[in-house]
């Protein structure tokens, strides 16, 4: 039976070459998302997000959310230049934010929360400063938990409040410089 018979060193070795040879075509295909240049020789993403300038983001001041407002645009701004000086500015990037919180988890004897969720929402929009048409609109959010540890902590209280509404601006920062990178990536 021919099911039974072993498989000539021809046809193991085929199979691996061919894939071999699949990848190695395959190869020039590819180019590192973060490299300095596109294989085209343009501009990476580096150079391009460095070019990104951010408007301020609106929040009404002294409040808590001009506080939040001002983390994610210092994210952004982190995460564009990654420390960095900006470069000739060549797109345009307006962020609005919004904050909500939740209690999720109520002490049924003191009647004060043990858990809440902050969430923070955002919506954006990047224009080309040069034509003013705007190439990417988006929006996205960020919900994070922290724990109320009783009444007798309040700073602690306060501090988890805090380190939730830092994480959350982290997270839309992060998103928002993944979708933007995908713009400049692969123009979509």
Not at 3 to 29: D, N
Not at 88 to 108: A, F, P, R
């Amino acid at each position: 039976m021919w099911w039974l018979e072993p498989p000539s060193t021809v046809s193991r070795i085929a199979a691996p070459a061919a894939a071999l040879a699949l990848a190695l075509l395959l190869t020039g295909c590819f180019e590192p998302m973060y490299g300095e240049k596109t294989l085209a020789g343009g501009p990476g993403l580096r150079d391009r997000f460095s070019s990104i300038g951010i408007m301020p983001i609106s929040a009404a001041s002294g409040t808590p959310a001009a506080r939040i407002a001002v983390e994610v645009q210092n994210n952004l701004a982190f995460d564009f230049t990654g420390g960095g000086a900006q470069i000739g500015k060549t797109h345009q990037l307006t962020v609005n934010i919004s904050s909500q919180n939740q209690q999720v988890i109520v002490d049924i004897t003191t009647a004060r929360p043990d858990m809440q969720h902050f969430g923070l929402n955002a919506s954006y929009s990047l224009a080309e400063v040069a034509t003013g048409k705007v190439v990417v609109t988006g929006s996205t959010f960020a919900r994070v938990s922290y724990d109320n540890p009783g009444q007798q902590q309040r700073f602690s209280n306060v501090r988890g409040q805090r380190d939730a509404e830092n994480r959350a601006a982290k997270v839309i920062s992060e998103k928002i410089k993944g979708r933007l990178a995908s713009y400049f990536a692969a123009g979509t």
